[in-house]
């Protein structure tokens, strides 16, 4: 048994959101603040299934910083690895509150500041499985410090995941972008990404098989291709194994986050020793849950709906 189940690493940042729907953020004059950042919301959503999950992230020594910590913490994640940079502030995020694709400005400072030193084999020699994603990979120093710890995490027996949520706004340099997240799947990586993180990282329209192929190319072993409404496909053993999930018929209220809960309730239960089709259910279960709460998931849920 591992201390914790998740490690998740990489940014934690404030969004500040328009209250009321617009067109754009021009349009938009009154915001309020939220904790934002993929690894926490995926510890969070783990932690609140009873996982035991820690966050490796960078804030500003400042009250929003103070603000992000005091926020994760009450999801239940051991908040005691996040760094305090002395000299970037906390980063933020403006969004636009919108009913299509939303409007939104990065001001990237403390989150990209992790650095190796942050990341300890120890750290790593506990925890069964490494999460990040492609906005922590996008920038230095948390680019390289990310890539290499993936690599001791391998060599320690520490799961490598990766939600590859490319965006050309946030990393705009494609090319680098595909040679950084291939070094990264290369440890045997764990992939999640949905038709539209495929449409982004490849710069236009490209088949499924064609990303499972190219993603196992890399050395990932697992590729999780998620398609909205059509389900989704797993290939597994480096693309030896592949099966196909359906959607169960619901009303969607909010689909906000629904990746993150599909892929929670993945590893929540391939943690668990569940075979790749369990996993796959379990993925989708918590994702339903997700996909009729308005808001994130209860502070508490229990573990026992992912096997329903």
Known sequence: MKKYVLLSVGELLVDIIGTDIQESILQTSTFERFQGGSPANMAANMARLGMSTAIVSCVGN??????????????????????????????????????GTPDFIAYRTADRMIQSHHI????????????????????EPAQSAIVDAAKRANSLGCRVSLDANYAIQIWADRKQAWETISAYCSHDGLVKLSEDDAERIYGYKVSEEQVIKDFHAMGADLVCFTKGGD??????????????????????????????????GFLTAFSEGK??????????????????????LPAVVDKSVLYL
């Open 62 to 99: 400042d009250n929003l910083g103070i603000f992000l910590k005091n926020e994760v913490a009450k999801t239940g994640i051991d908040v005691s690895h996040v760094a305090t940079d002395e000299f970037q502030p906390t980063s933020t995020v403006i969004v636009s509150r919108t009913k």
């Open 120 to 139: 300890p084999d120890s750290l790593l020699a506990e925890s069964a499985i490494f999460h990040t994603t492609c906005f922590a990979l996008s920038q």
């Open 231 to 264: 389900g989704s496909t797993i290939s597994y053993e480096k693309g030896s194994k592949q099966i196909h999930l359906g959607v169960k018929p619901i009303e969607v209220i909010d689909a906000t986050g629904a990746g993150d809960a599909f892929w929670a």
């Open 275 to 296: 075979s790749i089709e369990i996993c796959a259910n379990a993925g989708g279960n918590l994702a339903a849950l997700k996909l009729v709460t308005k808001g994130p």
